[in-house]
């Protein structure tokens, strides 16, 4: 009884197994038996090709019918209307109120400990 493992054949019973399993690994990943090449790789790439193009085709009729969806995109300087150029706002501005405020907050500190202490 010791030797009676279900199914095992100690030696030589996967001569033509190896074969099969190299066959169905194959197959799985869509292999040609002879040279290890795609077997559908033409068609593939046709495909491909046809998936881009078709891809290509949405994007630009997509552009053409709604060109204010690339919001992120800039238009260039001379595509803009005369109206449109946005005009910086002056940086002194905003350092002059910023030093203003930290004035503000300083005098009213000062005003409190004054009152507390006093």
């Known amino acids: 009884m010791p030797n009676d493992h279900r199914g095992y054949q100690p030696s030589g019973g996967l001569d033509g197994a190896s074969d099969d399993i190299q066959a169905f690994e194959a197959a799985l ?3 040609d038996d002879a040279s290890g090449a795609p077997a559908d790789a033409p068609r593939q790439n046709e495909q491909l090709a046809r998936d ?3 891809i290509e085709r949405a994007t ?3 552009r ?3 060109p204010g969806l690339e919001a992120w995109t800039e ?3 001379d595509e803009r209307p005369a109206g449109a150029m946005r005009k910086p706002r002056p940086v002194w501005l905003l350092i002059g109120l910023l030093w203003l405020s930290t004035a503000l907050v300083t005098a009213g ?3 409190a400990i004054a009152r507390l202490a006093g």
């Open 60 to 62: 630009a009729a997509l």
């Open 52 to 54: 881009i193009a078709d």
């Open 75 to 77: 238009p260039a300087a």
């Open 64 to 66: 053409r019918a709604q």
């Open 109 to 111: 500190a000062v005003a």
């Open 29 to 31: 990943l869509g292999l």
